[in-house]
């Protein structure tokens, strides 16, 4: 790697939350978490977090798992580069999202956004909210 082509910050731990709801819009932070990492040498992870009540009364949270790593390991063939999945339940996204910073020592997050719905103005959307509250640096990207 050459001086103009490493990255003028320090990362070894890239995370990407994923709402599995949305995948195909986290698609750009995917391959920009990638792109960096292949900048940096940084691990990249996947986060979902699904709620402990599942989305039925009749279904688990843990139900959901198999699909999820089913996308991590497509996104890592398609782009090329290992990608660790990291499923968690809990029914409070931002803060599932701060633990993971700590307990995996996360060092930069990529993570999309949509355009602002009017619940968004009154209480923020999770990509705001883990800009506000994270202690690394947050990249938001916002889609189509």
Do not use: W, Y
């Not at 619940?119 to 909210?129: K, T």
């Amino acid at each position: 790697m050459t001086e103009q082509t490493k990255l003028p910050f320090a990362a070894t731990h890239i995370l990407v939350p994923v709402d599995m709801r949305h995948k195909e819009a986290s698609q750009l932070a995917v391959e920009s978490a990638v792109c960096l990492a292949g900048l940096s040498g940084a691990k990249v992870s996947i986060l979902t977090v699904t709620n402990p009540l599942g989305t039925h009364l009749t279904e688990m949270p843990e139900a959901r798992k198999p699909e999820f790593d089913a996308f991590v390991a497509q996104e890592a063939d398609r782009l090329g580069h290992a990608i660790t999945p990291l499923f968690e339940s809990h029914e409070a996204v931002n803060e599932t999202i701060q633990k993971v910073i700590a307990k995996h020592g996360v060092d930069f997050v990529v993570m999309a956004t949509h355009h602002p719905r009017l619940s968004d103005h009154l209480f923020g959307s999770h990509a705001s909210q883990t800009a506000l509250h994270a202690n690394c640096s947050v990249l938001i990207l916002r889609g189509a």
